[in-house]
């Protein structure tokens, strides 16, 4: 069976977004950014949320044009665009959309559950508000938490206030050299050692 991987990049203060949605403090070197693509590939799609899928669809589509754009930036361009895409609005018309995408109203657990049965790589989980309904109805099975070495006082927090608690088990951590430590958590279900 395929797992749900939530990626996200976090402060040291747990905020996944600064102050009007400000990302510009992500520390992605091109050490980070290979690592990134080398997680990503395999996966059998992106599940995201409208506002992560538009924040991408406004630079990926088109950034390995640029002859300056390291290769990273390349490759991951060529990724993102070839990737199914599975993008969760209640805003966007549903179906068919550019890029590989579909656009899908509602996140349904039995039909994501049923996703999940599908051949094919994991599907990486991007967009906090996403991944928050994704955490409440279990259908997350690893989170891999980015941690920059900044605080930011303030912003958006990568987990909303939750009613329910969620037993993680840590099974993998790096640090890179531009100080990013990655830790890596599957859920810790009824039964594991």
Do not use: C
């Not at 088109?62 to 993008?87: C, G, L, M, S």
């Not at 349904?108 to 599907?123: H, I, M, S, T, Y």
């Not at 909303?160 to 050299?177: H, K, W």
């Amino acid at each position: 069976m395929r797992k749900i991987s939530l990626m996200m990049t976090v402060s040291l203060d747990g905020y996944m977004e600064g102050p009007d949605r400000d990302i510009g403090w992500h520390m992605v070197d091109e050490e980070l950014h290979q690592h990134f693509n080398d997680t990503l590939r395999p996966l059998g799609a992106f599940l995201d949320g409208r506002v992560t899928h538009e924040l991408m669809a406004d630079f990926w589509p088109t950034a390995d044009a640029d002859p300056e754009a390291p290769a990273p930036i390349k490759e991951f361009a060529a990724i993102w665009r070839d990737k199914p895409k599975i993008v969760y609005s209640r805003t966007l018309p549903p179906g068919p959309a550019d890029w590989n995408t579909t656009i899908v109203p509602e996140v349904v657990a039995e039909e994501v559950r049923a996703l999940k049965e599908q051949p094919g790589g994991d599907l990486g989980l991007g967009g906090a508000d996403l991944a928050a309904t994704f955490l409440r109805l279990d259908l997350v099975d690893e989170i891999k938490v980015y941690v920059d070495p900044i605080l930011l006082g303030r912003g958006k927090p990568m987990f909303p206030v939750a009613d329910n608690r969620l037993a993680l088990r840590l099974v993998e951590n790096r640090t890179f050299g531009n100080g990013v430590v990655l830790l890596r958590y599957e859920r810790a279900r009824d039964g594991d050692a």
